[in-house]
Nanobody, 126 residues
């Protein structure tokens, strides 16, 4: 088991930046691949970024590539999402997720992840 708590969301103007953090507790953090997803009102939860348990591999959705960077610190049990050049379309609740083992759906699938945080709201004003 692992518990995930997101922070860092808020209201920002278009073109601005935010840094989201996810703090993990419970089972050894370095045994989980980590992902960030988001869900806007009336839409499905969608993949944003993911990072392998060692941090050696990173994956990004096409919609955020070049504007977002995912990182992790296994010593501090945290995973971060640096978001730059924010757009109104980035407005959503952002969720941190943990994957304990590969089940065949790939990093971008929400069905791949075992544990989820409660989410943090990001609102980008245009």
């Amino acid at each position: 088991q692992v518990q995930l708590v997101e922070s860092g969301g808020g209201l920002v103007q278009a073109g601005g930046s935010l840094r989201l953090s996810c703090a993990a507790s419970g089972r050894t953090f370095s045994t989980f691949d980590m992902g960030w997803f988001r869900q806007a009102p009336g839409k499905e939860r969608e993949f944003v970024a993911a990072i392998s348990r060692s941090g050696g591999a990173r994956y990004y959705a096409e919609s955020v590539k070049g504007r977002v960077a995912i990182s992790r610190d296994n010593a501090k049990n945290t995973v971060n999402l640096q978001m730059n050049s924010l757009k109104a379309d980035d407005t959503a609740v952002y969720y941190c997720a943990a994957r304990s083992s590969y089940v065949g759906n790939g990093f971008a699938s929400k069905y791949e992840y075992d544990y989820w945080g409660q989410g943090t709201q990001v609102t980008v004003s245009s």
